[in-house]
Protein backbone atom coordinates (compact mmCIF):
# COMPACT_ATOMS: atom_id res chain seq x y z
CA UNK A 1 0.00 0.00 0.00
CA UNK A 2 1.70 3.25 -0.44
CA UNK A 3 0.61 5.93 1.94
CA UNK A 4 2.50 8.94 0.57
CA UNK A 5 4.16 10.93 -2.66
CA UNK A 6 7.58 9.74 -2.07
CA UNK A 7 6.52 5.86 -1.84
CA UNK A 8 4.63 6.57 -4.78
CA UNK A 9 7.36 7.70 -6.65
CA UNK A 10 9.25 5.40 -5.35
CA UNK A 11 6.71 2.75 -7.15
CA UNK A 12 6.95 3.80 -10.52
CA UNK A 13 10.42 4.24 -10.73
CA UNK A 14 10.45 0.58 -9.68
CA UNK A 15 8.00 -0.32 -12.31
CA UNK A 16 10.10 1.40 -14.99
CA UNK A 17 12.85 -1.08 -13.56
CA UNK A 18 11.31 -3.69 -13.82
CA UNK A 19 9.79 -2.56 -17.12
CA UNK A 20 13.27 -2.45 -18.39
CA UNK A 21 14.41 -5.28 -17.68
CA UNK A 22 12.13 -6.91 -19.44
CA UNK A 23 12.82 -5.11 -22.70
CA UNK A 24 16.50 -5.97 -21.97
CA UNK A 25 15.76 -9.95 -21.70
CA UNK A 26 13.28 -10.31 -24.15
CA UNK A 27 15.82 -9.64 -26.56
CA UNK A 28 19.34 -11.13 -24.36
CA UNK A 29 17.11 -14.37 -23.31
CA UNK A 30 15.99 -17.63 -24.92
CA UNK A 31 12.78 -17.73 -25.43
CA UNK A 32 12.18 -20.54 -23.09
CA UNK A 33 14.16 -18.62 -20.59
CA UNK A 34 12.00 -15.39 -21.48
CA UNK A 35 8.87 -17.36 -20.89
CA UNK A 36 9.65 -18.32 -17.01
CA UNK A 37 11.40 -15.06 -16.42
CA UNK A 38 8.58 -12.51 -17.57
CA UNK A 39 6.15 -13.90 -15.66
CA UNK A 40 7.39 -12.91 -12.12
CA UNK A 41 8.31 -9.31 -13.70
CA UNK A 42 5.10 -9.18 -14.99
CA UNK A 43 2.98 -10.16 -11.74
CA UNK A 44 4.78 -8.26 -10.04
CA UNK A 45 4.33 -4.57 -11.87
CA UNK A 46 0.89 -5.40 -12.42
CA UNK A 47 0.83 -5.47 -8.57
CA UNK A 48 2.64 -2.16 -8.60
CA UNK A 49 0.46 -0.67 -10.69
CA UNK A 50 -2.54 -1.87 -9.04
CA UNK A 51 -0.73 0.11 -5.97
CA UNK A 52 -0.46 2.95 -7.90
CA UNK A 53 -4.11 3.62 -9.26
CA UNK A 54 -5.37 2.77 -5.92
CA UNK A 55 -3.50 5.92 -4.23
CA UNK A 56 -4.19 7.94 -7.30
CA UNK A 57 -7.63 7.62 -7.37
CA UNK A 58 -7.97 8.32 -3.31
CA UNK A 59 -8.46 12.02 -2.50
CA UNK A 60 -5.36 13.63 -0.56
CA UNK A 61 -8.15 13.79 2.60
CA UNK A 62 -9.77 10.73 1.88
CA UNK A 63 -8.07 8.08 5.19
CA UNK A 64 -6.42 4.92 4.79
CA UNK A 65 -7.57 1.76 5.68
CA UNK A 66 -4.71 -0.20 6.35
CA UNK A 67 -4.49 -3.63 4.77
CA UNK A 68 -8.42 -3.33 3.15
CA UNK A 69 -8.14 -1.93 -0.19
CA UNK A 70 -11.01 0.06 -1.41
CA UNK A 71 -12.09 -2.14 -4.34
CA UNK A 72 -13.51 -4.39 -1.62
CA UNK A 73 -17.05 -4.80 -0.50
CA UNK A 74 -17.50 -5.08 3.41
CA UNK A 75 -20.88 -7.22 4.45
Known amino acids: MILNDKELKAS???????????????????????SLISTGYRTEILKMQDEVLEYLTRHADEPIQAGVPSTEVSA
Open 12 to 34: QQRIAYFQNLLLQLRVKATPEEF
